[in-house]
């Protein structure tokens, strides 16, 4: 698509965004995992050919509700994630819609081989959850800190990606991958982070959502950093500078309209996740740019290294994940910005 | 509650353009493809008969290869006994004319690089015209390399290719018919000997034990043969039926290139209750041609010209 007709159908779209809803307000905090857990309730509910496989850690993951409500469709896999996952496609090549979930850590980088071939290259309708996302795991360090399934995942052919912001999200993002069809991963975390969204916040597979409205610049963040996100906007705000925050829960395929409009309208960008900066949404929202509109980026991110044990909000802060490190990732783009 | 469901099969989202390869007219015809009728599957086939398709299988093998100047040789010759036997004996049931009925029984190739043999199986069975074979390996054919779901290719039923991962996809669909739709489908699974070093076998088979899936059956090419060399030089894995044994599987070891061993074995296999079992059948690479019988060296290579004349001219009744 050209620039322009993108800019020319952004300029009527602005009108319609979610961006003039009332602000958000944190609601209490509570981990993803609990929205992935309640979503497969949902569709368990709805759906009887919805299957779930278990790789041990269940109350983990969450998929013990399930496993609760409905035992006689999960099966215990033990903790063979690598065959998990092939066992998943073959549920799925007999019209199951099978969900696996582990650590992320284990969900992606471990089962890339069986993802690239049974999974993507099967076009199999398998959905992949993976837990314990980021550092914000916290006490059990770099080995269960998974900062590279974005990176991974998102190199699949056919693979559709969502990284929920919060509960109700996480909630909404498991049934929606549920009810789509081809294999999915949806990346949540382990650790209370705050829930803000509202039951009539959209949320659909493909689409960014403009969570606060502003023109000086454009800060697109998934997961948990959304809410970093909206803090340091907000104070942004009172210091005089209109920040755009961009909810981009789908990373995989990435909204290329709202990334080119944002850039079109704000000029720089800003991008905020708890994920390695290289070839994860940074990379995604820098590739889009490249080629449609070359604009000033900053990435908020992890920067090629691993995590640590430590508390979540301590790790946040020494990591450099905090609306903090947005503000300042935002005064630098300022000062680059023509 | 409803269920959600999806068309599955066909896929066909891997063509690279509209155009399929043009088989070669002249071996078309040389080969009396035009007027070929598809074999019948049936428990009254005799051994006689399964061994003239088994040979029928492997004339096509090298056929397809020679052509295709690319691909393995002694993998997809030494089977051919299984193959015929598994289509042709009465074993699967499957209707050629509608292959993704939901009541088929399906057939897994975790050693998707052996797919000559399961292509010109499925072509004897009438899935597709036997002049596809001649496309082998060509540019936008829907006998890819190693087995591509996505070409849509009638009973092929999952893309295959790195070793280890078709026997848990297997397990995933024997688990989909015993324990969540509870129908009496079978799933049947080829790996190759080499192939069960890789761990995703192991998983596989302890989780097959643990769900009791007496409606798969494994079967193991034990031709002792690897790219490499010997398999018990590259990475011993004998005994072979004890390892799948201590797993809890019913295991039958038989000789593989022999019809009636092979229909018993498979006989047996439908009558197990609770556990799943494994079929160690003991082939040589290569059988039927001389010049690769039990030959490591052709695992991985097509015969040249002169080499596929000599080995068609052995290959007769």
């Known amino acids: 698509m050209a620039v322009a007709e993108v800019l020319n159908r ?30 497969l309730v949902v569709l368990g509910e709805k759906y009887d050919n919805v299957v779930v496989l278990g790789g041990d850690i269940t109350g983990s993951v969450m998929t013990s509700y399930f496993k609760d409500k409905f035992p006689e469709r999960f099966f215990s896999m033990g903790i063979t994630e690598a065959t998990a996952t092939l066992v998943a496609s073959g549920l799925a090549l007999s019209g199951m819609i099978p969900f696996f979930a582990t650590y992320g850590a284990f969900a992606s980088c471990r089962n890339t081989d069986m993802i690239r071939i049974s999974l993507a290259y099967n076009d199999a309708n398998v959905k992949i959850g993976g837990g314990h996302a980021g550092i914000s795991v916290g006490e059990d360090g770099a080995t269960h800190q998974a900062l590279e399934e974005m990176a991974i995942i998102r190199v699949m052919p056919n693979m559709t990606l969502v990284v929920p912001c919060d509960f109700l999200e996480a909630k909404k993002a498991t049934i ?41 610049v454009a800060i697109i963040a998934c997961g948990p ?61 820098s590739e889009v740019l490249a080629q449609e509109l070359p604009t000033p980026i900053e990435f908020v991110g992890v920067k090629d290294t691993f995590g640590g044990s430590g508390k979540p909000d301590e790790l946040m802060k020494y990591f450099g994940l905090t609306s903090a490190d947005i503000k300042s990732a935002v005064q630098k783009v300022l000062k680059r910005k023509q | 509650m409803a269920r959600l469901t999806h068309t599955i099969y066909p896929l066909a989202t891997g063509f690279h353009g509209p155009i399929r390869p043009e088989p070669n007219k002249e071996l078309v015809s040389k080969y009396g493809y035009e007027h070929f009728t598809a074999y019948k599957n049936s428990p009254d086939n005799s051994d006689e008969t399964l061994h003239e398709i088994a040979q029928e299988i492997r004339r096509d093998i090298i056929r397809a290869l020679v052509e295709a100047k690319s691909g393995h040789s002694g993998g997809p010759l030494g089977s051919a006994d299984i193959f015929a036997t598994l289509y042709f004996g009465g074993v699967m049931r499957y209707d050629a004319k509608n292959p993704w009925s939901p009541d088929r029984d399906r057939f897994v190739l975790s050693a998707g690089h052996m797919c000559p043999v399961l292509y ?76 069960i070093s890789e761990g995703e076998i192991w998983e596989a088979a302890l989780i097959a034990a643990h769900w009791d899936l007496d409606n798969l059956t494994v079967i193991v090419d034990r031709n002792n043969c690897q790219i490499d060399g010997r398999t018990e030089d590259v990475m011993k894995l004998n005994p072979v039926g004890d390892k799948f044994r201590a797993f809890n599987f019913h295991v039958i070891e038989c000789n593989g290139n022999n019809i009636s061993e092979l229909r018993a074995a498979f006989k047996e296999a439908q009558s197990i209750k609770g556990r799943p079992t494994c079929i160690v059948a003991e082939t040589f690479m290569g059988h039927g041609v001389s010049f690769m019988e039990d030959d490591y060296r052709w695992h991985g290579k097509p015969p040249t010209s002169e080499q596929a004349e000599q080995a068609l001219s052995e290959l007769v009744g």
């Open chain 1, 10 to 39: 952004s300029i009527s779209q602005t009108l319609s965004t979610n961006g003039s809803a009332p602000r958000f307000e944190m609601n209490g905090k509570k981990a993803t995992r609990f929205g992935f857990g309640e979503g």
């Open chain 1, 176 to 216: 929606a991958i549920g009810e789509h069809y081809g294999p999915c991963y949806i990346r949540f975390g382990r650790s209370d982070v705050p829930s803000f969204t509202r039951e009539d916040t959209p949320f659909e597979i493909g689409k960014a959502q403009t969570f606060k409205d502003g023109n000086d």
């Open chain 1, 225 to 285: 950093m959304v809410w970093e996100a909206l803090v340091a906007a907000y104070e942004l705000e009172a210091e005089g500078v209109s920040a755009r925050v961009i909810n981009m829960a789908t990373i995989k395929p990435i909204d290329r309209l709202a990334i080119v409009r944002a850039a079109g309208e704000c000029k720089a960008i800003v991008t905020a996740e708890e994920h390695q900066v290289t070839a994860g949404l940074g990379g995604a929202v």
């Open chain 2, 120 to 195: 010109a199986t499925l072509a004897n069975a009438g899935f597709f015209p036997k002049a596809e074979l001649l496309t082998l390996r060509k540019f936008n054919s829907r006998l890819q390399g190693h087995p591509g779901r996505d070409m849509g290719l009638p009973g092929i039923e999952s893309s295959t290719g790195s070793l280890g991962q078709g026997l848990g996809i297997a397990v995933g669909m024997a688990l989909s018919d015993k324990r969540v739709d509870k129908n009496d489908r079978r799933v049947y699974a080829l790996t190759g000997d080499g192939e």
